[in-house]
């Protein structure tokens, strides 16, 4: 078995690895580390999860321990999707060159320009970035990337998925030829292979086995679901996310319930919370001191449910979780396998059970296509549908909670099953007023493959990197020359990822003196 002492890593490096508690590289740090320690490039196959983060963050560190940055000129880049990716990245590059003397910038949207301005203006080793805001900071004649001697693109299928394989080769053109590179992407699609194809030279290939399909002790189920009526379907659905739950008993401790819309976010705890049960969301437009009370109570167990989007639970790393529920199928395959990657962690079991409707088959289709198995399909707890369902209904009393006492009391159960439905659609749309009131506009899905995870200033910028796109793709011969300055950004300058930023991204950061 490979121990990092074999690895060849700097001693300094070693020490933090130790004292991070990893007593055994990863597969993809034991294929990924000694390539690149060599110089090589590598294309690295691997999800999150997977350590990846550390197998470009420790060479990287080793390598860069001799030498000093120039003004302006950063000695190596990381390109990461989005902010709170890049916000990982840093804080593992934190832990991991703790004993080292390195410097580091994180550009991200959220940030002054003229705060990172100051930090690359004295030079930094490693910069850490999204694509939109380098290049905003490039064009801004502020960066100059002619030193970049390692330049590493992480998770490159979710920048494809975000539009930003233009800019990800344009910036691999204002890269010297003769950089090295570490590119690590959790599927190879198409657009991908071209890329990998055409910037990276000889590479030592690494791919790790899928952790949603080695996990065997992630038992997993979905429940496909048809609303009585499609105005219902929102209602319905979260009534049979109650029944689930309760099903599940005693077994589920703590669980995190994922939603692809904020919104739904918002919905869900609300009427989880009606319900009776210990629910709290988490999101990107939640304000901090929110977040910090509800990550920590989860944390601490004295929250058991946490309603939460995709990237708002990225930075989450709770080692016992012993449920995941997704309210819906994830609209990126790739999700479901972060998603169901919370629960069964260091070992424990684990269960993954998600709702599907109608109009998210294809979705799931994709999804067993990603994990090459089919989800056992799950009975519905309430009986048929929950039109069938008043009956069923009838032994869950905390269903029944929050509902005037004496409309039940006074009727008979015949007549009850109607008023039955009334109460639960007003508990359900009291639920939903103040959360469609406070976001109003944002939340809404501009195509079938919702984005809105992520803060609305991101969703401009990525609507800009996909203008962006469209132009390229129509200049193409123009793009190929990839050293130039481009100017088909216009005059957009609010590129980045906006001006939110996440409160635990500014957590992970509040208490280091390097920031
Ligand atoms: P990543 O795939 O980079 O997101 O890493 C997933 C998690 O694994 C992080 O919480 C890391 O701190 C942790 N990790 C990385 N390398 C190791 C290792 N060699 N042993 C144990 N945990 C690790």
């Not at 590059?93 to 690359?120: C, M, N, P, R, W």
């Not at 169901?340 to 294809?362: F, H, L």
């Not at 979705?363 to 399909?377: K, Y």
């Not at 039955?420 to 195509?447: H, I, M, N, Y």
Request: charged share 30%; aromatic share 4%.
């Amino acid at each position: 078995m490979t121990k990092f002492s074999d690895l060849k890593l700097s001693p300094k490096v070693l020490k933090a690895i130790d004292e991070a508690g990893y007593t055994e590289p990863t597969p993809i740090q034991a294929g990924a580390i000694p390539p690149a320690l060599e110089g090589k490039d590598v294309l690295g196959i691997a999800q999150t999860g997977t350590g990846k983060t550390a197998s470009f963050t420790l060479p990287l560190i080793t390598m860069l321990a001799r030498g000093r940055a120039r003004a302006r000129m950063p000695r190596s880049l990381v390109l990461c999707p989005t902010r709170e990716l890049a916000a990982q990245v840093a804080e593992n590059f934190d832990t991991y060159a703790k004993h080292v003397k390195l410097t580091k910038a994180l550009l991200i949207g959220g940030v002054s320009f003229k705060e990172q301005d100051t930090l690359i203006d004295k030079g930094v080793d490693v910069l850490i970035a999204t694509p939109g805001r380098l290049l905003d900071h490039f064009e801004r004649g502020k960066l100059i990337l002619n030193d970049v001697k390692v330049m590493v693109v992480d998770e490159a299928d979710r920048m494809l998925d975000m539009g930003f394989i233009p800019d990800i080769e344009r910036i691999f053109g204002l890269t010297p030829f003769t950089r090295q590179t570490l590119f690590f992407s959790a599927t190879m699609a198409p657009e991908i292979e071209r890329i990998t194809n055409t910037f990276l030279s000889n590479p030592e290939r690494i791919e790790v086995a899928r952790q949603a399909t080695t996990n065997k002790n992630i038992t997993q189920g979905v429940l496909e679901f048809k609303a009585s009526r499609k105005d219902r379907e929102g209602s319905e659905k979260r009534k049979v996310l109650r029944a689930l739950i309760d099903a599940e008993g005693e077994k589920c401790t703590n669980a995190i319930i994922f939603c692809n819309r904020k919104m739904d976010v918002d919905i869900v705890a609300k009427s989880l919370k009606k319900y009776g049960y210990d629910a709290a969301p988490i999101h990107g437009d939640l304000d901090q001191s929110q977040r910090t009370r509800t990550l920590d109570g989860f944390r601490e167990g004295t929250l058991r449910f946490l309603v939460a989007s995709d990237v708002a639970a990225r930075g989450l790393d709770v080692p016992s979780v012993s449920h995941v529920f997704n309210f819906d199928v994830p609209s990126h395959a790739e999700d479901y396998v972060h998603r169901i990657g919370r629960t069964g962690r260091a070992g424990r079991d684990g269960t993954a059970i998600m709702i599907c409707v109608p109009r998210d088959e294809k979705n799931l289709a994709d999804v067993e296509r990603l994990v090459q198995h089919e989800i056992p399909r799950l009975d519905n707890p309430l009986g048929k549908g929950t039109e069938t369902a008043p009956a069923a209904e009838a032994t869950k009393p905390a269903d029944d909670g929050d509902k005037p006492k004496s409309r039940s009391r006074s009727r008979s159960r015949k007549k009850d099953d109607a008023p039955k439905a009334d109460a639960e659609e007003q508990a359900d749309v009291q639920a939903e007023a103040p959360a469609k009131e406070s976001k109003p506009r944002s939340e809404k899905p501009k195509s079938d493959k919702p984005k809105s995870d992520k803060p609305k200033s991101e969703d401009r910028g990525e609507k800009q990197n996909r203008s962006r796109d469209d132009n390229r793709n129509s200049n193409r011969g123009r793009n190929d020359n990839r050293g130039g300055r481009g100017n088909d950004r216009g005059g957009n300058k609010v590129v980045g990822l906006g001006d939110h930023t996440p409160e635990f991204i500014e957590l992970s950061f509040a208490d280091r003196p390097d920031s």
